[in-house]
């Protein structure tokens, strides 16, 4: 089963995924996350195309509701980002201020999207001020090509820097190695595909590019301590 089959696979959420909505969920707090800003709209446009619970009798009210429930999605994904919570908290209230202030639908539906690009701009801002330049467009340059190889001669290239120095200096800021900061990370977002989908083990394993679904296995046990197939059953 090839790459390319099962890329066409995730576009199908309605067969793929369990719960749609709660899949969509989830995946725009790791684009958030992640500063995936095209994909993080691509996904609330998605969210927002499927009908929205009534929170209110007045339409206006509901949609408020709705609202104040996203910004609190959205703090949530930047507190996961390492923000300081302050900040994120500050900027939610301001956020849900501002939001209480609007009395029109479609003002309020654009906001939304305010909301996401701002939580996106805190978590990039706080991203610089902790770490240097180098680490941080290697950090970002690795959330979003998760689910592709990823290597050092990609670092090199995108900073401009050799190996050596780059792996010292990544060590040096995350107390962890590149290569290990990229497992790390493929094996947390593959969680969501273990939790979400219909997905077989083998079918995430080359999702993530990995060379085969024993090595997959490997690689999550020695990070998780337990295997794929394990952490499965525990959340069912």
């Known amino acids: 089963m ?14 793929n995924y369990k719960h749609p909505s709660y899949y969509l969920e989830k995946k725009l707090i790791h684009e958030i996350k992640s500063c995936l ?7 609330l446009n998605a969210i927002n195309s499927i009908e929205r619970a009534v929170l209110a009798d007045s339409p206006i ?19 996961e980002a390492n923000v300081n919570s302050e900040d994120v908290f500050s900027m939610s209230d301001m956020m849900i201020m501002k939001l209480e202030s609007i009395n029109h639908i479609n003002d309020l539906k654009l906001y939304e999207y305010d909301m996401v690009k701002q939580f996106i701009r805190l978590i990039k801002n706080a991203r610089i001020s902790h770490y240097s330049y180098q680490v941080t467009t290697m950090i970002q340059y690795i959330h979003a090509h998760i689910t592709e190889k990823i290597t050092l001669d990609d670092m ?3 900073t401009k820097n050799s190996k050596e120095y780059l792996s010292r200096l990544f060590k040096e800021e995350l107390g962890i190695t590149i290569i290990d900061y990229i497992m790390e990370q493929k094996i947390a977002v593959s969680k969501k ?14 999702l993530f ?5 024993t090595y997959y296995s490997k690689t999550f046990k ?3 301590g337990i295997t794929p197939s394990e952490y499965k059953k525990k959340q069912h």
């Open 2 to 15: 090839n790459l390319q089959f099962i890329k066409q696979k995730l576009k199908r959420l309605d067969t």
């Open 37 to 43: 800003l095209e994909d993080a709209i691509e996904t």
């Open 209 to 213: 590019n990995f060379c085969s679904a």
């Open 222 to 224: 020695k990070i998780t």
């Open 61 to 79: 009210r509901s949609l408020k509701n709705s609202l104040i429930a996203s910004c609190t999605l959205f703090a949530r994904a930047a507190v």
């Open 156 to 158: 090199v290239f995108i």
């Open 193 to 206: 595909f273990l939790d979400h989908s219909y997905m077989s083990i083998a079918e995430i394993a080359i």
